[in-house]
T-cell receptor, first 114, second 112 residues
C-alpha cells in the first residue's frame, strides 16, 4: 500500500503564476519530510526538509509546511519560471539516520508554460 | 565537489545477459543505496549498504545483487536480466547519521 500520496499527479501553470503541491502520508513514525526536485532525466535534488510539528521552511521561491498531526505537507512555488518544469517528489523518513527507511511519493509533474 | 556518479547513464541489454551498474561517491559516506524508479511509482529500495561488505536487502531485492568492496563504490549486478527489470536505477549515498541523501543522475536500463 502506498504510504505517501501526492496530488495533483500533474499540473500546468503559466510562467509567473503560483502553485501548491500536496503530500499526504501514513508513514509512522514520521521523523522528517523532504521535498525533492527531479528534472527530466536527472537525479533528485533536495529543496527543503521539514522535521518538527508545524514546521515551515523557505528556500527562495520555494516554501513548505508540515502538519504532523494531519500527516500532510505542502510545497508552494511562487512566481514560477520555465526552469521550474520538473517532477516534485515528497519523501518521508521514519528515522533521522540511515537505519531508517525513506518512503517516496510518485511525484507531481509540474509543467510551466510561457 | 559533492557528487554521486553513475555509469553508464544509458544501457540496452538482451534478456539473459548480465548487467553491471556502477556508482561512486566522493563524500566518504558510509551508507549507499540502490533504487529503481518506474512510471507512476515512488522510488523502490533494492539494496542498502551500511559500509564495505555490509549490505542488506531492501524491499525488492529479487533478481539483483550488490557489491561494495570500497567505501566510495557500490555496484548493482543483474545476473540474467529480465524484461521487467527495464527501469531507471538510482544510486544514492548518505552519512550514517542525519537525514540528507544525495542522488546520482540515474541509469536508464532497457532489457529487450
Amino acid at each position: 500500500k502506498t504510504q505517501v500520496e501526492q496530488s495533483p499527479q500533474s499540473l500546468v501553470v503559466r510562467q509567473g503564476e503560483n502553485c501548491v503541491l500536496q503530500c499526504n502520508y501514513s508513514v509512522t513514525p514520521d521523523n522528517h519530510l523532504r521535498w525533492f526536485k527531479q528534472d527530466t532525466g536527472k537525479g533528485l535534488v533536495s529543496l527543503t526538509v521539514l522535521v518538527h510539528e508545524n514546521d515551515k521552511t523557505s528556500n527562495g521561491r520555494y516554501s513548505a509546511t508540515l502538519d504532523k498531526d494531519a500527516k500532510h505537507s505542502t510545497l508552494h512555488i511562487t512566481a514560477t519560471l520555465l526552469d521550474d518544469t520538473a517532477t516534485y517528489i515528497c519523501v518521508v523518513g521514519d528515522r533521522g539516520s540511515a537505519l531508517g527507511r525513506l518512503h517516496f511519493g510518485a511525484g507531481t509533474q509540474l509543467i510551466v508554460i510561457p | 565537489d559533492m557528487k554521486v556518479t553513475q555509469m553508464p547513464r544509458y544501457l540496452i541489454k538482451r534478456m539473459g545477459e548480465n548487467v553491471l551498474l556502477e556508482c561512486g561517491q566522493d563524500m566518504s559516506h558510509e551508507t549507499m543505496y540502490w533504487y529503481r524508479q518506474d512510471p507512476g511509482l515512488g522510488l523502490q529500495l533494492i539494496y542498502i549498504s551500511y559500509d564495505v561488505d555490509s549490505n542488506s536487502e531492501g524491499d525488492i531485492p529479487k533478481g539483483y545483487r550488490v557489491s561494495r568492496k570500497k567505501r566510495e563504490h557500490f555496484s548493482l549486478i543483474l545476473d540474467s536480466a529480465k524484461t521487467n527489470q527495464t527501469s531507471v536505477y538510482f544510486c544514492a549515498s548518505s552519512f550514517r547519521e542525519g537525514t540528507e541523501v544525495f542522488f546520482g543522475k540515474g541509469t536508464r536500463l532497457t532489457v529487450v
